[in-house]
């Protein structure tokens, strides 16, 4: 397997284990409010992380950071458990699926990435693929879900881009501990200002806290920004349409849904558009990448 291969299918495994976000969120967390699922999710895996690399950021990266962490996890996690606990799984995936074409805008704007027609038509082939995997006759939209859902999709376009432009010299595995506890820190003061008092957690309610602090967060965010550093930001945020796939999936194996043909339509969508994604990036790259270099400043 080509170095290029490998840097797609390890960045992949983060958006496909992301996937189990709802079903772990519905199952394992039902009634708990967003913004302390949101910070649960996120602290303990941060300060865990950072008691291993032992680092702090440093100068013009204390500020830098807690943009990235605001980003990339206290807002479009708020945002994300928001929809998800108003909105039907289907509606809440597919109004976060405009976020590779936000990506493929904010990148050419911060980036100097070329714009491309086929990445255009490859995010837009994308979010109807999710569309049609995920949407149902009867879902059901609330005004306060899809807000939250758009809000989230353009704070995680923005952390994309912004965490390839600003790549300080540390490792991966430091610059996520600084991000997922600056995001977590963040959001402290909001749940105890908003959300209600919790009860004990239970033994089912701290595994999935566990799943996804410690393998939905820690684990695949260093995936993530791995992938980040090392490939097209648009290349990167296509790969994010396997997360409603996963759902899906997920839902068929343990829940006893079903997979209609439309369905089966929308995950060719997806997947011909996340190809198609990839294949435009390689000619970015070939065409010359000297305006993507991050700054390390």
Request: aromatic letters at 10%; proline letters at 5%; hydrophobic letters at 60%.
């Amino acid at each position: 397997m080509s170095t290029r291969g490998a840097d797609l299918l390890l960045t992949a495994v983060a958006p496909a284990i992301w996937g189990s976000t709802y079903i772990v969120t519905t199952e394992f967390l039902p009634g708990f409010a967003p913004m302390t699922v949101a910070m649960l999710r996120a602290l303990p895996a941060g300060l865990l992380l950072l008691l291993i690399v032992r680092r702090l950021p440093a100068g013009i990266w204390w500020l830098r950071i807690f943009v990235l962490g605001a980003l990339n996890f206290s807002i479009f996690w708020s945002m994300l458990f928001i929809s998800a606990y108003r909105l039907p799984g289907g509606v809440a995936a597919t109004v976060g699926a405009v976020q590779p074409l936000i990506v493929v805008l904010l990148a050419a704007v911060l980036l100097g990435s070329a714009l491309r027609a086929i990445t255009v038509v490859a995010a837009i082939a994308g979010a109807f693929g999710v569309a049609l995997l995920v949407l149902t006759p009867g879902a059901s939209l609330d005004a306060v879900g899809v807000a939250a859902g758009l809000a989230g999709a353009v704070s995680m376009a923005f952390g994309t881009v912004l965490s390839r432009k600003w790549r300080p010299p540390v490792s991966l595995l430091t610059f996520t501990a600084w991000q997922l506890t600056a995001g977590g820190l963040l959001l402290v003061p909001v749940a105890l200002l908003f959300d209600p008092s919790m009860g004990l957690p239970t033994g089912r309610n701290l595994i999935g806290l566990a799943w996804l602090g410690l393998i939905g967060a820690a684990l695949t965010y260093m995936l993530w920004f791995r992938g980040i550093a090392r490939l097209e930001s648009a290349v990167v945020s296509s790969l994010g349409f396997l997360s409603p796939v996963t759902a899906v999936l997920l839902g068929w194996l343990f829940l006893g849904q079903t997979l209609t043909p439309v369905q089966r339509i929308g995950v060719a969508l997806v997947i011909g558009s996340i190809w198609f994604g990839q294949r435009a990036g390689v000619r970015n790259q070939t065409g010359g990448m000297a305006a993507q270099q991050p700054e390390r400043r």
